[in-house]
């Protein structure tokens, strides 16, 4: 397979905080409509990774490309215009926006300056931010500051921004984290939603979780790919387990 | 503004002088005999009565020109208040209306038309900075009035609507040059000064003297206003060793300067190199510091040691009326002239109408000025002396020096462009 | 221009040159220290940093009147006193100042240049209610007016050399008091993570006003020694803060060594450009190189370098 | 937003205050005021500009500048440059050496109009310039910062660096800008006279209308996505940046509409008061523009044109009855909008009046005519700055 046929391939991907390598010589490839999960304990790399293919953080060596084009050169706004999406770990909303101020803000359209002062919130717009708030079950909240909601409904909130911007990567990190049980299940359902028509990088935490979404499993430490394979695959790979389990 | 006094006292001491003395009782019931009446000496609606004419005080009492301008208030204050006592002009006591121009131009420009237009006083005494009294002129000029103003500057400026009882920058600067050459045998000269337009046309002026006489200006240097390290002019000094530095530095730099030229080993009263300064008056060495500036020379009009009847008596009152601890310095001295040669200006035109005291202006003279004699010329600046005084110790300059003749104002130096 | 000289000469040059480089630089240093403890380590700016300096310096002035009247005999010895007692007096006003008003503010440090900056004007006010409006002459002792004559061109001032002593005195305490101390350790523990102090036990609103009580108080000493040299008024501290907090972003907010390092290279990019330029153009030269410098590096030059 | 209909606009609660302090300046104050006083209140509305541009960039974008006299003084003295040419006609400077050149010029032993000069012969590229050349500049410095991130307080350092070294190129290069004394004896525009009472007057309506021009545009693009952009980012700045927004170039715009609103103010301050010096563009002036915002209201446009009418007018009584008292007020001023009332005097408005208008509302029966999204909210909050020293 020549590497433009994958949605995203990272190659020789490195990153040093003064020496300090939180990524080092890493590489993976995502295939369209994967769904990929990037697991590893505290301190793997694995936010970095993220940080790395949005633009957030400069790579120090290696190459991104997705869809043809090197993402390291690019910045964040030119790598959202070419489709990646990406997830913070902590919600990320704009509290003083209503929920559908912040899924407006998010619709790809007049994004430049004076596109922004030109926008008109037209019946396109309106129906969009309506499905979307729909999918991510907030469309009775629309009027509402989405300072007063709840820590889950801000990550659906944030997952509905991407949504609405139609990534074709959706990068998220860790969806589910300070979820109750009930959030998570629908959390769950939420994304095997997006999936159906999204490629999608996941970092997560929760193993159950991770069983019930990833179609392949990274497992990162110390800033290199340890295992990669099916859930069932790493499980069982010694390396994964002595990491994991400790020395 | 409002801070309109109205002194009664002065007024209180006539009524007691003239239950004394009959005659002056006389002159006050029917003041007709004594004065001239109010419509023939006021032909433009200024604020005049039978009794009383109002004059404007404008300076800053806040801000950072506040510390330079409170002498000038102190003095004007004074000279009004003498002029009441002995009679008032044309038998009319002075009220003065004063007014803050904060340290802003646009201040001093909106206060005048407030002077002129509102209070409709007969004269201003006013303004210190070039700058307030560029803000001011257009507006003495709209509404004709009579801007008495004290400060020494740089010239190029003649108003028929300002009275300047302060020196222009040739009468300083070219008896100063002119001393240093003849009695110290100044052959080089370093010029330094604050980075603004009185101390570059002085420099100017200074430079174009110096070498008109075959002498050597052997660096020219401007600091920010405010600057307050001059180690490396002080080396550059040092280098091409001058034998006069020809200093206009303002403010609190100058503090920093002289502390850190004596700092560097400096010292002054060995005349090697020679300070000649035009812009440290008693008032500044206040701030500077006697021991630093000891042995340095200044070029001036006036100097609060002036030896002479006058002086003694001017320096007498302003301590009785401000404390002992005051000094007098050169613009203090000016601004102290100011209500008086006004005075003299109404009586001798007869009218308080600014046309007229114009024409009578020039060609008036004040014996009694602290500074000895002065005379106003056409152009409407004083003629005067200058003299060199060498600080002291004590904060007081010597007077070493004085030009024999009274030097020619002139504003625009032809030659000196 | 250096044709008409003779090497001895030049070589004399050169090192005043250099000495006045160094005053400047410990100029700097005394004026930015204080302000690097409380902008770099707490994120407060104190725009009242030159008024806190001038109280430094009135309480010089103060302490000398009283010598001269007092104890005339004791007089030489006057000004390390005055230097205790605006340590003191400035760091008791910090204090307050601190809890009235700054402790308020920890989370938005653009207001507290706006609060503090209402806190100069009326500092300036009030030193012109009480000492007048004209600046005070502060009278030195006889013993720190000479120079060393080193050659028959060179001379070191003394109070340049003081200066200096002074300047290196504090940042060498301050060094150890940020970096060798127990305190200090809680103070470094406070800026990189609050609450994580407060959880295990520190009294962050103690360590607060002491650090900004030191940094008021490491200014009033540099304001008491900047009256060797400088002028003490009402408005002089204004003239002050533009270049210290210059000095002190340049360096790199959070980092003590970065202060001094900026100050080493805007004084002797200035004092450099003196010599050969007019004092105005310097100025705007130094001025324009130090912005345009932090626009390509705008975290100064000496940053923590933060995985972010 | 729903504007479609101006006039519906006009009478909601919203338009209704904009009509009130249009009543106030155009209608109230210069049947009060004799001239002189009017002239007075002509001159604080030029730094309502100042403050208008202040709340689109410190208010909604975050971003506090403390050179705004910078801009100020460029729009100021473009404006001084043109009148001072016209008033320097070879007739009127016959007795300079070189006739035809301003006055400070001829003392200098500047021979020749400087090239910069000649253009603002022409009225039209004054105009131009008046908004440009502060334009321009602020898009240089807004290109260097924000491309790379500075932000906060860094940003207000810097801003305060230019402002100082602006003053002392001015005062420095007095062959070219007049110096410390500035550009003075200004009088006539285009053969008119702008020192008589009636061109006073006619230039204090002016500065009213243009102001309510620059108060609409400052309106319409706050009420456009733009501006709730700016809101986002003010919250969120990498939120908005992954949702596709070039963060820079949101910052460069506003950067450069607030300097252009203080440009223009500043050319209207030299109409208004006949001369432009240094002393507008230093760091004092440019912080006390901040104050002007800060006590109107840094999130209400409206907040910051009441702001600096009332912080000006309380500045000229004050220091006409208590010189010294009025340092001491306006310190406290400081301290106590940022301590107690961060959100300004508009804060206060909506917390205590509104409600009573609420009511009266309500009694009168008239449903309150709120526009859906009432940017009421945005405005009231205690907002964070989140200001914070971002460092890249």
Known sequence: MNKDDFLLSVEGLTVSFDGFKAVDDLSFYLEPQEIRVIIGPNGAGKTTVLDLICGKTRATAGSIRFRGKELTKMKEHQIVHAGVGRKFQNPSVFEDLTVFENLEVSYPMGHTVMGSLAFKRDAAVIEAVESVAHTIFLQDLLAEPAGLLSHGQKQWLEIGMLLIQKPALLMLDEPVAGMSVAERKKTADLLRVITRDHTVLVIEHDMQFVGDIADRVTVMHQGKVLSEGSIDHVKNDPRVIEVYLGH | MKQRNHHTPARGRRLLAGLAALPALMALASPVTAAPATAEVNTTGLAVTDDTVKVGILHSITGTMAISEIGSVQAEKLAIKQINESGGVLGRQIEYVQEDGASDWPTFAEKTRKLLRQDKVAAIFGCWTSASRKAVLPVMEQFNGMLYYPTFYEGLEQSPNVIYTGQEATQQILAGIDWAVKEKGAKTFYLLGSDYIWPRTSNKIARIHIEKKGLKVVGEEYYPLGHTQFNSVINKIKLRKPDVIFASVVGGSNVAFYKQMKAAGVDFTKESPLLLTISVTEDEIRGIGGENVDGIYASMKYFQSLDNANNQEFVAAFKDAYGDDMVIGDVTQAAYLGPWLWKMAVEKAGSFDIDKIREASPGIEFKKAPEGYVRIHENHHLWSKTRIGRAQPNGQYEVVYETKELMEPDPFPEGYK | MFADYSSTELLSIFAMQGFAGLSLFSVFVLMAMGLAIIFGQMGVINMAHGEFMILGAYTTYLTSQFFQTYMPGLFAGYFFVAMVLAFLISGALGAFVEWAMVRHLY???????????????IMQQAYRSIFGAREVGVELPDWM???????????????????????????????????????????????????????????????????????????????????????????????????????????????LIGTIVSAFSISQAQSTMEFFLSGSMAKVLTLLTVVIILMLRPEGLMALKIRR | MKTSSPLKWLLSREGLYYLALALLLAVILPLALDPFRLNMVGKYLTYAFVAIGLVMCWGKAGILSLGQGVFFGLGGYCMAMFLKLEASTPEATAHQSTPGIPDFMDWNQVTELPWFWQPFHSFSFTLMAVLLVPGLLAFIIGVAMFKRRVSGVYFAIITQAIASILTILIIGQQGYTGGVNGITDLQTLMGWSIRTDEAKTTLYFVAVAVLFLCLLVARWVDHSKFGRILLAMRDQENRVRFSGYD????????FCLAAMFAGIGGALFTLQVGFMSPSFVGIVPSIEMVVFCALGGRYSLLGGVYGALLVNAAKSGFSESFPELWPYAMGALFIGVVLAFPNGLAGLYRRYVMPLEDRLLRGKKTPAAAPKETTARRDDEALPDHLSVEKP
């Open chain 4, 247 to 254: 963060v820079a170039a949101f910052k460069i715009f506003i």
């Open chain 3, 107 to 121: 989370r938005r440090p653009l207001d507290t240049l706006l609060a503090t900056w209402g806190l100069s004007l």
């Open chain 3, 145 to 255: 007016m000479g120079a060393f004559q080193v050659s028959d061109l060179v001379q070191l001032p003394v109070n340049g050399l003081f200066v200096m002593i002074i300047a290196l005195s504090i940042a060498l305490a301050v060094y150890l008091l940020m970096f060798r101390s127990g305190w200090g350790r809680k103070v470094r523990a406070v800026v990189q993570n609050r609450p994580m102090a407060e959880a295990v036990g520190i009294n962050t609103a103690g360590v607060d006003r002491a650090t900004f009580a030191l940094g008021c108080g490491i200014a009033g000493v540099a304001g008491s020694a900047f009256t060797m040299i400088g002028s003490t008024g009402p408005s002089s501290g204004q003239a002050y803060i533009v270049d210290t907090f210059l000095v002190v972003v340049f360096g790199g907010a959070q980092s």
